[in-house]
């Protein structure tokens, strides 16, 4: 398995993670205005929060080859960062087999 599958896979998981915690943070963002997230990055073992806005999840989700991830966690060799704050960061990985396996694990 190349490094740019492995980390599209790792992403890909993350992402499920997410959609997994999407309904707790529906149920609380009505009193935050904020979920909490997992960051979505390439690294299987990081396990680092973040915090979006429900608007800005669905934003990231409304495009499967977008991952939101924790601030620094770019892989800028198989994505590239499309925005970026002080809570997070969302890469769009790249086309070609990176965007290809995120549509297709979507």
Not at 6 to 34: I, K, Y
Not at 64 to 76: D, K, Q, R, S, T
Request: hydrophobic share 40%; with cysteine; charged share 35%.
């Amino acid at each position: 398995m190349s490094r740019a599958e492995r980390v599209g896979r790792n992403e890909a998981f993350f992402r499920e993670v997410n959609e997994r915690v999407r309904g707790v943070n529906e149920a609380f963002s009505d009193l935050t205005g904020r979920g909490d997230f997992v960051c979505e990055c390439g690294d299987a073992s990081c396990v680092q929060g973040i915090t979006l806005t429900m608007d800005e999840y669905r934003a990231v989700r409304a495009q499967p080859e977008l991952f939101a991830i924790a601030v620094g966690h770019e892989m800028l060799d198989v994505e590239d960062v499309v925005d970026s704050n002080d809570r997070f960061t969302i890469v769009r990985k790249r086309e070609g087999d990176p965007a290809e396996l995120a549509r297709e694990l979507a």
